[in-house]
């Protein structure tokens, strides 16, 4: 089967020498596994950082990709809830565990340490798979699962979101940020966003966002503050650094941050007098357990929300793929087709 491999890691130039396109020996199933056909799969920053040599225990060669959807291929003997054909997607999130409020340490990622989405066919214990949402082809759904449990974890198991709520969503052009956006705005509550791009902007208002602000300002925050009546009570942040300090003066008194990537790096300048003072809750959020994910789909389902799909690239375009995602000039996700 036709697979994407990382064989090393290293900076954007060298991806190319690196994410190769290979052959592998389809994977056999256990009793309680399905064997997928991969139609399409999604990248995520995991794979580009991990691409790059930038995250915790990495091993390689890996098949990289958390995102896929397609159908099933063959059922192990346990396994009666799916029939040959259908088709499904797959929640990356492998071992949660049975505390609901953090992760077990036998937790894992979809892609890494084990082989992911980036391949022909994947094996995935059948308690990870789910039927694709009636409402979507294959192409948007494989869109869904990574980033959709991570919005979804943030915003309603963490932040507890309401209908009517005015919440600001940071780097509105990523794939986290924008299923966030959706699923915020489909609840009803008034969504403000920053981005570094003014045409990212302009989508995310044309999508149902109020307002948003170029980050690229140094002053974006008192204009966040200024538009939203200084009433901001929730804010989804994943670029860390210099968003965090300036989150803490938009927020208003009482109110919530949830926090869920560092994409910018350290947060410098940390005022903690802000947080007692201001009674601020600072919550870190991450991926999602199966409940999450489970809710996210009825939520998907229900909502029929449709993912902001940037662009597909076919498998032999992978690299192509992952320098768009490199340079940050995606709006939504970016899908590959095989
Ligand atoms: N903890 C978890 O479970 C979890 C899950 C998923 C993702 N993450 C992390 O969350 C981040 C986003 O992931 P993703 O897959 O959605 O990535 P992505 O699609 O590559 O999006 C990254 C976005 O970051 C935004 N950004 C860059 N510089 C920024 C700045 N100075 N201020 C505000 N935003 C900025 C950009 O927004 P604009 O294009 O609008 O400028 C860009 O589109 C990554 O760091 C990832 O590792 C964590």
């Known amino acids: 089967m036709k697979a994407i491999i990382l064989k090393k890691n ?6 190319i020498e690196n994410l190769i396109v290979d052959e592998l020996p389809k994977p056999e199933i256990d009793d309680n596994e399905v064997l997928i056909k991969i139609h399409y799969a999604a990248l995520n920053h995991r794979d580009l950082w991990i691409a790059k040599g930038l995250y915790a225990g990495i091993k390689i060669p890996i098949v990289l990709g958390s995102d896929g959807s397609g159908t099933i291929n063959k059922l192990g003997k346990n396994v009666d809830d799916f029939n040959i054909g259908d088709k499904v997607i797959i929640n990356p999130s492998i071992n ?3 505390d609901e409020s953090f992760q077990s340490e036998e937790y894992r990622i979809l892609g ?19 039927k694709k949402p009636a409402h979507l082809e294959l192409m948007q759904a494989a869109a869904i699962p990574l980033a959709g449990l991570t919005a979804y974890r943030a915003l309603f198991t963490k932040a507890k979101i309401k209908k009517n709520d005015n919440v600001l969503i940071t780097g509105i052009g990523g794939g986290v940020s924008t299923l966030a956006m959706l699923f915020a705005i489909k609840l009803g509550a008034n969504v403000f966003v920053t981005s570094g791009n003014d045409t990212k902007i302009k989508k995310a208002v044309e999508l149902g966002a109020v307002a948003g602000v170029n980050y690229k300002n140094d002053n974006w925050h008192k204009d966040i503050i200024k538009l939203s009546d200084n009433n901001i009570n929730i804010i989804i942040d994943s670029a860390g650094g210099d968003t965090i300090s300036k989150s803490l ?11 869920f990537g560092a994409t910018t ?25 199966d409940s999450d994910f489970k809710n996210m789909v009825n939520f998907v389902n229900q909502n029929k929300i449709n993912p902001v799909i940037d662009k597909v690239f076919s498998v032999d375009d992978v690299v192509q793929a992952f320098l768009r995602m490199d340079s940050g000039e995606q709006f939504g996700k970016i899908v590959i087709k095989f």
């Open 10 to 15: 290293g900076l954007a130039e060298s991806l």
């Open 96 to 98: 949660w565990g049975d």
């Open 112 to 130: 890494m340490p084990e082989n992911g989405t980036l391949s022909e066919f994947i094996k995935i214990d059948k308690k990870y798979v789910y």
């Open 249 to 259: 003066d938009i927020i208003n008194y009482g109110e919530k941050i949830v926090t």
């Open 265 to 289: 790096g350290k947060v410098k300048d940390f005022e903690i007098r802000k947080v007692f003072w201001k009674q601020i809750s600072l919550l870190g959020s991450t991926m999602g357990s």
